[in-house]
């Protein structure tokens, strides 16, 4: 079952930065916006939202975190990770 997504945000130039050296594109990101797998608060105000992708070859647990206390709501960071049974909940 798909989570909450999230239709309107921004992505911030910290997160657009750690989308390029981490090599992940604006379609992944909005693939885990729109239909995450799971959502869930991190604090108060910021969520982080997760899907698992296939990427060059491999499956990877891609997390994207949002400030959600404001509108639009913020992109903040994102990241992949090999090790997706540490974050799936």
């Given at each position: 079952?798909?989570?909450?997504?999230?239709?309107?945000?921004?992505?911030?130039?910290?997160?657009a930065f750690?989308?390029?050296?981490?090599?992940?594109?604006?379609?992944?990101?909005?693939?885990?916006?729109?239909?995450?797998?799971?959502?869930?608060?991190?604090?108060?105000?910021?969520?982080?939202?997760?899907?698992?992708?296939?990427m060059e070859?491999?499956?990877?647990?891609?997390?994207?975190?949002?400030?959600?206390?404001?509108?639009?709501?913020?992109?903040?960071?994102?990241?992949?990770?090999?090790?997706?049974?540490?974050?799936?909940?």
């Open positions: 079952m798909k989570a909450n997504a999230i239709i309107e945000y921004v992505i911030t130039e910290h997160a750690q989308m390029d050296r981490r090599d992940i594109s604006l379609e992944q990101v909005r693939y885990v916006l729109d239909g995450p797998e799971q959502r869930f608060a991190v604090r108060e105000g910021r969520d982080a939202l997760q899907s698992r992708l296939t070859g491999r499956l990877y647990l891609v997390r994207v975190f949002v400030d959600v206390d404001r509108k639009p709501a913020e992109v903040i960071t994102i990241y992949r990770t090999g090790r997706i049974e540490k974050y799936r909940r």
